[in-house]
């Protein structure tokens, strides 16, 4: 017999504020630009082809970790602000110019600061590889100057 108490503690892992959603679809709003230039990459070139595969391996190893993830308390650090509009910054003067690459880089540069704003130095320490990992995505620029 199948038991449906729900009074059982159940994992924080999956428990995610409504907050965290809306900033989740502000930032993708936010770099659509960003994501459709990269999609656009991984399918017109078979150099980049491999970006398809980055995020979703990087989603699989955070997941992997999901049990040391809740036992982390978030510890919010001031620092992560500061390289979070670092990012956002440098996200609109590679718009203004034009420069995809630096755009791609600035957006990981902001996940890298929300992450370490909202969940601290040990959070971001833990999840490391799979955010650096995120690196492999962006197209090398072919041009240079």
């Known amino acids: 017999m199948i038991n449906f ?35 656009n990459a991984w399918t017109n070139s078979e150099d980049y082809s ?16 999901k049990d040391r993830i809740i036992e982390i308390p978030k510890n919010n650090q001031r620092i992560g602000f500061f390289v979070f509009l670092f990012g ?10 034009y420069i995809t690459t630096l755009a791609s880089m600035a957006m990981l540069i902001t996940l ?7 969940y601290g130095f040990r959070m971001f320490r833990l999840l490391l590889f799979p955010l650096f990992f995120l690196v492999l995505m962006i197209p090398v620029p072919i041009e240079t100057f």
């Open 50 to 65: 491999h970006g398809f595969f980055i995020i979703p391996i990087s989603i699989y190893l955070i997941w992997m970790k």
């Open 112 to 118: 890298y600061g929300a992450i370490l704003y909202l």
């Open 5 to 39: 108490d729900l009074s059982k503690k159940r994992s924080n892992f999956l428990n995610i504020s409504p907050l965290l959603i809306l900033l989740c679809v502000i930032f993708l709003i936010v770099f659509s630009p960003v994501l459709k230039g990269l999609i």
């Open 88 to 97: 956002l910054l440098t996200f609109i003067v590679a718009s203004y110019a």
